[in-house]
T-cell receptor, first 115, second 112 residues
Framework: QQQVKQSPQSLIVQKGGISIINCAYE??????FPWYQQFPGKGPALLIA?????SEKKEGRFTISFNKSANQFSLHIMDSQPGDSATYFC??????????????FGSGTQLTVLP | KAGVTQTPRYLIKTRGQQVTLSCSPI?????VSWYQQTPGQGLQFLFE???????NKGNFPGRFSGRQFSNSRSEMNVSTLELGDSALYLC???????????FGSGTRLTVV
């Protein structure tokens, strides 16, 4: 059962444009939503994260928008640069009781920013 | 501060063999999680260890196993390898309340 649905699968944007990646989740027990960036040959790296008590979080050119009522969240990359070309994964985390948590990933979006 | 170190980086094995992968977490991180990454299935959770105990397990067959040592280093083992086990195996470490995972660069396993 895919609990986090991510779209689009691939995205091509011109330099300076806005890249938008969307995710939807099914399990309302999720309470922490990070985004990861992965370059070829590397592991995913935490980019930015949000909790459902806020609707938006911005860090530099990266913004997460969160819509709790629709169980959706999205990543916006402003002024996209060729160096942003990577695979982006949304994820959702939930408590399993005690200090244990489980992280579930979306299927990933391959972003290409054209120079 | 050293990151998460995974060894080896690349591995080629034959069907039916077994393999052991190693992960050294960031100093002070006591939780180690393992993920399998493939083009078709994406990032799938294998298991998590905390203080030498398996705290959580994904939906993988019993051929996949792991352990954690007292220094938090972790190993995962895959027995009776199948062609479908070819993947990038990623290790991630975190503090006890694992909100922020730090991933290693992975071990690329190819089964021939």
């Amino acid at each position: 059962q895919q609990q986090v649905k991510q779209s689009p699968q691939s995205l091509i944007v011109q330099k300076g444009g806005i890249s938008i990646i969307n995710c939807a989740y099914e399990n309302t027990a999720f309470d922490y939503f990070p985004w990861y960036q992965q370059f070829p040959g590397k592991g995913p790296a935490l980019l930015i994260a949000i909790r459902p008590d806020v609707s938006e979080k911005k860090e530099g050119r990266f913004t997460i928008s969160f819509n709790k009522s629709a169980n959706q969240f999205s990543l916006h990359i402003m002024d996209s640069q060729p160096g942003d070309s990577a695979t982006y994964f949304c994820a959702a985390s939930m408590s399993l009781g005690g200090s244990a948590r489980q992280l579930t990933f979306g299927s990933g979006t391959q972003l290409t920013v054209l120079p | 501060k050293a990151g998460v170190t995974q060894t080896p980086r690349y591995l080629i094995k034959t069907r039916g063999q077994q393999v052991t992968l190693s992960c050294s977490p960031i100093s002070g991180h006591r939780s180690v999680s393992w993920y399998q990454q493939t083009p078709g299935q994406g990032l799938q959770f294998l298991f998590e260890y905390f203080s030498e105990t398996q705290r959580n397990k994904g939906n993988f067959p019993g051929r996949f196993s792991g352990r954690q040592f007292s220094n938090s280093r972790s190993e995962m083992n895959v027995s009776t390898l199948e062609l479908g086990d070819s993947a990038l195996y990623l290790c991630a470490s975190s503090l006890e309340h694992n909100y922020g995972y730090t991933f290693g660069s992975g071990t690329r396993l190819t089964v021939v």
